[in-house]
């Protein structure tokens, strides 16, 4: 067991609230700076997969986990990321410049589709954003003198000003930045008043609205925000893979990005990560997994759909936090061993009020 | 001519849509829970009367009775296995749940050795057969989902106007805690409001295996039935009928005088117009939320 002696009000909002953190993150940011030295490179760009998924990740998580509101539609902003960037690379804007104008852009069309948020909640948010994203991937489609339509457009090796970032290493170190970056930020952000105001929001609008937190504007805040990381992540996707088509951004991949948060835990930025990790791994454990598996079975295209369906629901039925809860339990059980009872992490049974009340 | 035919055929693909949309108010009247498994359970009927059809070899009416019965014990074990014990849960994590009942099911279909992955057609008796009424030009398939939505939904109205279970099912949705006092079964009329739910999907599949076809990725037509059932305001079941057929119409006309590309988006242009207009459909009554 560990006792934090506060002495200071600023211990209470400070990132690293003790040493086993400066020691452990320390030690989590020497491994992935080793990385390319550690790892082969199939391994190697599996993680930087995993980073810009973070990414996206942190930006559905603001959104989903700590503003309450659920998007249906975000491939659509990984989307407009994606081909801003990859229509401004190619006309040989630099790298910073051009994820800048993606990120600009993702933030826009995320103000866009956030005004009519503030009317509709709850299911009707999910349609209104599901349906956009439906318009988006088909504008990308149609939109041919610019996007090249279902052909797709191939983009060029990022150009940091005249540096042109040509092997998987660099382009894993330009990641692992943005990506630190970006985290900083989110944690930055959920400290500051704007972030508690998210929360607010999500937890109860009536009484954040009678705190005084307007709700418009921090709603649209939300999603803007959640928009540009989306349109960061889409630009560093668009780099990963060289070529991207519309397809890439359709209503499966938007609930990919939501399994990512729920699978790693809605509400938490480790959340984020680990979610992250559990979708860019599974398609490889399947995959390890099929030669041991009958023919009809593990030769069968929809094993993976149905795999990730069976786990999605045995995360919401039993572990609604998330792989991050499930951590929480964990460290719990080892920090109070053996002391750790069972009913401490049991779910309070909230019953929904009902949205039809008159 | 040519514009009462684009209507005709519009009106058959949004009987689909609100049969779909139906569905949904069913489960979101009951439980205020959104189903986002309801366009696979569509999938899973019409694989139910393939099986029965093809490999068990029924006779037509009773492979698409053994479907229907079958989806509906199908839709009461689901609402008994896994989406009970999460009610009282944030409507998010039913969302996901039911998205993953919905990758399940998809996934378990393709698994299926020999058939999965294919396209079939279902046999049925009415099988490309022509009406010529003056210069219309009807499909019996077009004409066969129309009528057999009409008959549906006297019935669901009969059954929720003139039976006990209909009259309590009104009941628990308006108020689930008072209904329950009442000593109105309110768990078990869950059960069976997706039992009723996947019933009425299996039949929508049924009606519209014969126009598209049968395959694993047929349920996705359900996201289209979700701006049918916002049009329609989502918790009335006459509105979903109605959003149905506006998206359909919406949808055909659409496709033969826009241009390209409108066809597919029109359905959610629609809703999204709707939300800013108008955010609780056509039918949808006015709430506000006491603190």
């Known amino acids: 067991m560990r006792f934090i002696f506060k002495t200071h009000y600023a211990q209470d909002i400070v990132l690293a609230k003790h040493g086993g953190h400066w020691f452990w993150y320390g030690a989590l940011m020497l491994l992935l700076l080793a990385a390319p030295w550690l790892f082969a490179e199939y391994w190697l760009a599996q993680m930087t997969l995993v980073l810009i998924y973070s990414i996206a990740g942190l930006g559905i998580m603001l959104l989903a986990g700590f503003t309450g509101l659920f998007s249906m539609g975000h491939a659509a902003f990984l989307g407009v990321g994606a081909y801003t960037h990859a229509v401004l690379t190619n006309m040989g804007v630099p790298f910073p410049l051009a994820l800048a104008c993606a990120a600009a852009l993702s933030a826009l069309v995320g103000v866009v589709v956030g005004l009519p948020a503030l009317r509709v909640k709850g299911i009707y948010l999910g349609i209104a954003t599901l349906s956009f994203g439906f318009i988006v991937e088909e504008v990308l489609a149609r939109w041919e003198s610019v996007t090249g339509g279902n052909a797709g457009i191939h983009i060029k090796k990022p150009n940091l000003f005249g540096w042109v970032l040509e092997s998987g290493d660099q382009f894993y170190y330009l990641c692992l930045v943005i990506t630190v970056a970006a985290t900083l930020g989110i944690l930055n952000l959920l400290r500051t008043p704007t972030g508690r105001a998210f929360v607010a929001i999500r937890d109860s609008e009536i009484s954040a609205q009678s705190m005084g937190i307007h709700l418009a504007y921090y709603k649209t805040l939300s999603f803007s925000l959640s928009a540009a990381l989306a349109g960061v992540a889409g630009a560093l996707y668009a780099h990963n893979l060289q070529f991207i088509s519309p397809d890439q951004f359709n209503i499966l991949q938007s609930i990919d990005l939501l399994l990512m948060i729920v699978i790693g835990g809605v509400g938490s930025v480790h959340g984020a990560f680990l979610g992250a990790i559990f979708l860019i791994s599974m398609p490889q454990l399947i995959s390890m997994t099929k030669d041991y598996l009958p023919a009809a079975v593990g030769q069968a295209p929809g094993l993976q759909a149905f795999v990730y369906g069976v786990v999605l629901i045995a995360f919401v039925l039993f572990e609604p936090m998330g792989l991050y809860g499930r951590w929480l339990k964990v460290r719990t059980y080892l920090q109070m061993f053996p002391f750790y009872r069972k009913g401490m992490f049991k779910r309070q049974k909230s019953f929904q009020k009902s949205d039809r009340l008159k | ?102 990758y399940v099911a998809r996934g378990f279909i393709t698994m299926l050795p020999g058939m999965g992955t294919d396209t079939q057609a279902l046999p049925v008796p009415y099988k490309d057969q022509i009406w010529n009424v003056g210069a219309l030009v009807l499909n019996v398939e077009h004409m066969a989902v129309i009528a057999a939505t009409a008959v549906l939904c006297v019935a669901l109205y009969a059954l ?36 009723l739910a996947s019933g009425v999907a299996a039949i929508a599949g049924l009606l519209l295996a014969p126009i598209t076809f049968v395959h694993a990725n047929m349920g996705f037509i359900g996201l289209k039935a979700f701006p049918a059932a916002v049009v329609g305001g989502f918790g009335s079941l006459p509105g979903a009928i109605v959003g149905g057929l506006v998206i359909g119409i919406v949808e055909s006309l659409s496709g033969f005088y826009l241009p390209d590309g409108f066809k597919d988006t029109a359905a959610y242009i629609v809703v999204l117009v709707m939300l800013m207009v108008k955010p609780n459909g056509l039918f949808g009554e006015k709430l506000r939320k006491k603190v």
Request: hydrophobic fraction near 55%; aromatic fraction near 12%; proline fraction near 3%.
């Open chain 2, 1 to 102: 001519m040519l514009f009462l035919q684009l209507v005709i055929s519009g009106v058959a693909q949004g009987c689909i849509y609100g049969l779909i949309a139906m569905g949904f108010v069913l489960i979101y009247k009951a439980t205020e829970t959104v189903s986002f498994a309801q366009g696979e359970l569509m999938m899973l009927g019409a694989f139910c009367g393939l099986v029965c059809m093809t490999l068990l070899g029924f006779p037509y009416w009773l492979a698409i009775l053994c479907a229907i019965v079958g989806m509906a014990l199908f839709g009461v074990v689901l609402e008994r296995t896994v989406i009970r014990p999460i009610l009282g849960q944030p409507a998010f994590s039913v969302v996901m749940l039911t998205i993953g009942v919905g």
């Open chain 2, 160 to 195: 929720f106007r003139y039976s006990k279970l209909g009259i309590a099912m009104q009941a628990a949705s308006q108020n689930q805690l008072a209904a329950y006092y009442m000593g109105i079964p309110v768990q078990r009329l869950n059960g069976i409001a997706w039992g």
